[in-house]
């Protein structure tokens, strides 16, 4: 099993980035996805959440607006659209994927959004 974050890297404030999380190993497409992310000194915290099939979205308040969540079940892929960054989203992202009897996690992509 395995989940491969990568897209990470240096912003700007006000800029973009995209996460990849390529999955294999597993039935993609029969998991709950999901995006984390860990600051520095704090927590892991939910970031965004895509069901199964991709039609159900949810995300973090502190984000909501500015970041996407998407999935691509053929090529077991899911992806984080964010948009707008501000230097509090600087973190390292992990993407998860879930159900009612595994729960997998990747290494991470660190995200430093900085002038």
């Known amino acids: 099993v395995r989940l491969v974050e990568s897209g990470g890297g240096l912003v700007q404030p006000g800029g973009s980035l995209r996460l990849s999380c390529a999955a294999s190993?597993?039935?993609?497409?029969?998991?709950?996805m999901r995006w984390y992310r860990q600051a520095p000194g704090k927590e892991r915290e939910w970031v965004a959440a895509?069901?199964?099939?991709?039609?159900?979205?949810n995300y973090a308040d502190s984000v909501k607006g500015r970041f996407t969540i998407s999935r691509d079940n053929a090529k077991n892929t899911v992806y984080l659209q964010m948009n707008s960054l501000k230097s509090e989203d600087t973190a390292v992202y992990y993407c998860n994927a879930v159900n009612h009897w595994f729960d997998y996690w990747g290494q991470g992509t660190q995200v430093t959004v900085s002038s």
């Open positions: 190993g597993f039935t993609f497409s029969r998991f709950d």
């Open positions: 895509i069901t199964i099939g991709g039609a159900s979205t």
